[in-house]
């Protein structure tokens, strides 16, 4: 069962995001529907690192409400299909950005093997319990070779105090033994670039103001703004910090021929 905070945070806050951004305006779509973890520079480090081209087939697991997929798709042409478990936050997605998108399970993925280009997995990690289940099926419907773009929460210690609700961050050891298990060899990883474009920066707290005036008093945000609150603490004070991930997918092995 999907804690009652994440549900608020990943699900609830999408659709209230989606109804801000047709209130201001298309302009803020991309900025606040990347709900400030993915910000410019992020998301072209990852597609840089990736090789994204015109026509790519991206597989963005855990998609939120579409705002990186729609970055990648205007700037690098990349055809993206979002993957999402949240029904808001699917509905977003679909309304901010008419991209396809598929309502399921990061750790059931409705794709055949080998039939995505390249996959993202932004900010999800961290939030799913079995981690290798997650990256297992990722690494399933990747062409053998295809890049798989990480963002996620490292814990510098193995005890993380006031975590938000249902996240369970992995050690570097953890996160690296929980790639190579998958069959993903990982190639470079950085701290997340901290520069974010003022005017990008405005569009989203626009939609944010938004959402807090209509919102503010439903429990649903108090929860939300928990998390939020939890994680920048957590950032703050060194337990954590934010990634960025390149793995490239390893042939899978054949059974032998008996």
Request: glycine content about 10%; some cysteine; charged content about 20%.
């Amino acid at each position: 069962m999907t804690a009652p905070a994440m549900v608020a945070e990943f699900d609830d806050v999408a659709g209230w995001t989606a109804e801000a951004v047709e209130t201001l305006g298309e302009r803020h779509a991309i900025p606040a529907a990347c709900r400030g973890s993915a910000n410019p520079a992020a998301l072209a480090w990852l597609a840089e690192a990736c090789e994204l081209t015109p026509g790519t087939r991206l597989l963005d697991v855990g998609a939120g409400a579409g705002g990186p997929a729609a970055w990648a798709a205007g700037r690098f042409g990349v055809r993206p299909i979002l993957l999402e478990p949240m029904p808001a936050a699917c509905r977003a997605a679909a309304r901010l950005f008419g991209l396809p998108v598929i309502t399921a399970d990061g750790t059931r993925i409705p794709l055949r093997a080998g039939s995505a280009d390249a996959a993202w997995c932004l900010g999800v990690l961290d939030t799913v319990r079995d981690k290798a289940a997650l990256l297992g099926e990722i690494r399933r419907v990747l062409a053998p070779g295809a890049s798989l773009g990480l963002l996620v929460v490292v814990a510098r210690g193995r005890r993380v105090r006031a975590a938000p609700e249902g996240n369970h961050f992995p050690t570097q050891r953890e996160l690296a033994a929980l790639l190579d298990a998958a069959g993903l060899d990982l190639v470079e990883q950085i701290d997340r670039p901290a520069g974010t474009p003022l005017a990008w920066t405005r569009r989203a707290e626009r939609v944010a103001a938004v959402v807090a005036a209509r919102h503010r008093g439903d429990r649903a945000y108090a929860l939300a703004a928990d998390q939020g609150e939890r994680l920048s603490r957590l950032l703050a004070s060194g337990q954590v910090s934010m990634q960025l991930v390149h793995a490239v997918s390893r042939p899978l092995r054949r059974a032998p021929i008996t």
